[in-house]
């Protein structure tokens, strides 16, 4: 779980993202401030969206990340693991869809972050609705994020055309 934060001008927003390393399966919201409670709000409704239960996270060490947020994971015995500082590494995959989400989604629709924050989150829904059922993933053998909770598993190989040395993912018949 981590916090993106975006500015412009003396305006500060940010989103919050929690990802399921098993399965890649996302989820995002963007908020107008950051704060202790305001994680433990997206937290506990993300959660329940989550078809298995959650064992542990992993954040670093935002003031967000503390208060009433990590005393609900004790409540659920959920262990909190915490990144040391300046470690981005430990926390990887986060960090690394972070980075997706920048590129794929949040460079085009940075000025609606901060002009229509309603709208935005309507579409960031819908862009990670693709994400988790629609993208394929490497280290997911080719299947989505939805795939793997669901036991939706869609066997795939690479077909490579040889004229244009093009890959794609095939269905196996």
């Not at 963007?30 to 542990?56: C, E, K, M, T, W």
């Not at 990144?83 to 085009?108: D, S, V």
């Amino acid at each position: 779980m981590d916090a993106i934060e975006l500015r412009m001008g003396e305006m500060r927003r940010y989103i919050i993202t929690m990802i399921d390393e098993h399965s890649d399966y996302v989820l995002a919201l963007a908020v107008p401030s950051l704060n202790s409670d305001i994680v433990n709000h997206f937290f506990s409704r993300a959660a329940r969206l989550f078809p298995v239960g959650i064992s542990q996270i992993i954040t670093d060490n935002g003031k967000e990340f503390l208060g009433s947020f990590d005393k609900t994971l004790q409540e659920a015995a959920i262990k909190h693991l915490w990144t040391y500082p300046y470690t981005p590494k430990m926390n990887a995959i986060c960090e690394r869809f972070n980075r997706a989400l920048r590129e794929q989604f949040i460079e085009f629709n940075e000025i609606l972050l901060f002009e229509d924050l309603a709208l935005f989150n309507l579409k960031l829904a819908e862009y990670l609705a693709l994400y988790n059922s629609k993208r394929l993933h490497k280290a997911l053998a080719l299947t989505d994020a939805r795939g793997i909770y669901f036991k939706r598993e869609q066997k795939l190989q690479y077909v490579v055309d040889p004229y244009t040395a093009n890959a794609q993912a095939a269905p196996v018949g």
